[in-house]
């Protein structure tokens, strides 16, 4: 028996904000799994920024594009997984596929959304988690600024700084982000940076300077935050969505680096895969801290494989408050 | 008794190139040593890109500026200091000082010249040391790029990333410092940043990448040498050079931040202050190397005090090939 999945593909590599007419959406068919083989159906899948530099470059063209993704496995001819379970793989993007289990992770829910895996539990959890902790070596107390605040791996990082006691000023572009940023998530400072001057606001914002400043966007928030950094500060890079949608990945011009010097301030770009180590840890506190409230988080989730292309795209406008998925299937 | 001495003061903060009216030469008298106290007399004062971002704010105003120096115990009532005995202090820019000894460190010129003490084997060299392998991890075969290669620190590094038996790319401003750096010092490439497009020509020199760029620079250097740097690459930030001379040290625009992400790269700001502890090991280091031919050194000399403001202002036009230094005494 075969049936039919249709897949998202890219036609043509965007070089500014993506659009819609470069991706298709193309049935295939899809085998019954074979010896070894898992046949798997996906029900939700991930959409993030950090795809976008890919499209530029990696994705391939005229084939299903990568990302991460959660399903079920709904046959199984392979020793280590069994009809019914769930698994998260790089197999996004379309809507079943076949594997020999080696892309595949399997998926014990314990009781919480499944959809959470490929937010807060999952890969954009663990970059919030890895980025602030590891490559930020956040102590308790410290002040830190995140950008990109209402977004997915952003709230994510604010409510950890916040369950580490840190002073939390966050920067999102609507007045709605801030409110659920300062009433939701506990932040001390929401910044609209579209309607306060973030250079003026920061300074208002953290008098007493920032120690760690989580950079989702670059460019111009990078360039407020710079002069802001204090002596020994951290600034660990996780994305520069500011850049993402010009050729190149060219970002707003960074004309304050001179303020690394005397204050001896790192600036690291860091990739989620450097803290695979500390997966098991990680799902553990990140468990404790939703199940004690601490740790909040909302989904923007579209419906249907055919809006993947919108759901990226989306990302772009700001159209997305939390993490972006698109849901396949019940 | 006392004996006049001259001294340089700043009248005016300098807001682009330091202006010759922006300092004034002024007469003091300065007494005998008194009790618990040493009279000293400089010889050599060093004068370093370093000191512009201090011009803008946080050196006095109609007083002697502060800067290295290495001078002559001429009288000492305190125990610790000899007279005839040499000491390397922060009290440049004037021809005589009293101390109570807390601002001298004694000198042992162990066969070489003292000027050097200013230069490699002074906060120059402890500079490009600490920073080329501290800060900037360097390992052994590793690409180095340095930028004003041809400066004091410059000229430091590149020789140590030599020794450190690495392939080392440089940039200075004229082909003069150019052949030197080839010719003399064993660079690999040397780039007149002047005459070649930086971006191309660092392709065509590092085609396997960088792995450190120490940067003297910012700027376009910067941003030319980001899309270069290898996985876990480190950019250790000495100074920026070309930043110092605009309003609150503004560089040119850097726009290709966003590839510090996937490689991982780190851009660190360090000062010198920091390496203190590795004073001992540094100095060992670099006597066999002078001694051994491997660490060869320029230096720019200007004759008299009345010279201090021209010897820091031709700093930022390239007047300078190595350390510039000025003399004041024999």
Redesign the interface.
């Known amino acids: 028996m075969t049936r039919t999945s249709r897949e998202v593909h890219l036609l043509d590599r965007p070089e500014n904000i993506p659009q819609r007419e470069q991706f298709r959406i193309v049935e295939t068919q899809v085998n019954d799994a074979g010896d070894g083989e898992v046949l798997v159906q996906n029900l939700f899948m991930s959409v993030d920024p950090a795809m976008r ?1 890919r499209l530029a470059a990696q994705t391939p063209l005229n084939a299903a594009i990568e990302g991460g993704a959660i399903g079920r496995v709904v046959q199984s001819n392979h020793p280590d997984f069994k009809e019914g379970e769930h698994v998260r793989s790089l197999c996004g993007f379309r809507e079943y596929f076949l594997s020999d289990g080696t892309q595949l992770t399997r998926i014990e829910p314990d009781g919480l959304p499944l959809s959470a895996y490929l937010g807060v539990l999952g890969t954009t959890g663990l970059t919030a988690y890895g980025g602030l902790l590891v490559t930020g070596a956040l102590q308790e107390g410290e002040t830190v600024f995140v950008s990109a605040a209402a977004g997915a791996v952003g709230s994510t990082a604010v409510q950890i700084a916040k369950i580490k006691r840190c002073f939390v000023v966050a920067s999102a572009g609507s007045d709605e982000k801030c409110a659920w940023l300062r009433n939701d998530l506990r932040v001390d400072v929401a910044i609209n940076y579209k309607r306060q001057k973030l250079r003026h606001a920061l300074k208002d914002a953290a008098p007493k300077g920032i120690d760690v400043y989580f950079d989702n966007v ?1 460019g111009e928030h ?1 360039n407020a935050a710079l002069p802001r950094m204090n002596p020994l500060g951290r600034i660990p ?4 969505i500011s ?2 949608n010009n050729f190149g ?23 989620v895969w ?1 803290f695979e180590s500390l997966r098991e840890k990680f799902l553990a506190d990140m468990k404790d801290w939703i199940r004690a409230g601490k740790m909040k988080y909302r989904e923007t989730i579209l419906d249907g494989i055919e809006q993947a292309p919108n759901a990226l795209i989306g990302l772009f406008s700001g159209a997305n408050m939390g993490k972006m998925l698109v849901r396949l299937a019940d």
């Open positions: 530099p670059g990078l890079v996780c994305g520069m850049a993402y990945s060219i970002s707003e011009p960074v004309t304050t680096l001179s303020n690394l010097i005397y204050n001896r301030v790192t600036l690291r770009g860091f990739v450097e």
